[in-house]
């Protein structure tokens, strides 16, 4: 089991960057893939990037790529997601996600934060 818990979301205006944590408990976060979603008002959640188990390799969904890094620290339990160039269409509620898979889908990971709100005006 794995619980998840992000910080860092506030209002910010266009233009401008954040950076979202995402602690995790337990000795097997170095095990799992992790992951960032958001969901906005009225839209399904959806993809924004992943890292895996090492840090080697990530992968950004292209609304967000050149503009958001995501990064981990095993050794704190903690998944980032730098935030830059913000944009009104930013806007979401924002998930870490914990999964054995690597993978881009909801379905490919198994343990989710509450979520943290973004809030980008323009």
């Known amino acids: 089991q794995v619980q998840l818990v992000e910080s860092g979301g506030g209002l910010v205006q266009a233009g401008g960057s954040l950076r979202l944590s995402c602690a995790a408990s337990?000795?097997?976060?170095?095990?799992?893939?992790m992951g960032w979603f958001r969901q906005a008002p009225g839209k399904e959640r959806e993809f924004v990037a992943r890292?895996?188990?090492?840090?080697?390799?990530?992968y950004y969904a292209d609304s967000v790529k050149g503009r958001f890094t995501i990064s981990r620290d095993n050794a704190k339990n903690t998944v980032y997601l730098q935030m830059n160039s913000l944009k009104p269409e930013d806007t979401a509620v924002y998930y870490c996600?914990?999964?054995?898979?690597?993978?881009?889908?909801?379905?490919?990971?198994?343990?989710w934060g509450q979520g943290t709100q973004v809030t980008v005006s323009s």
């Open positions: 337990g000795r097997t976060f170095s095990t799992y893939t």
């Open positions: 996600a914990a999964g054995r898979l690597i993978g881009s889908l909801k379905s490919d990971y198994d343990y």
């Open positions: 890292i895996t188990r090492s840090g080697g390799s990530t």
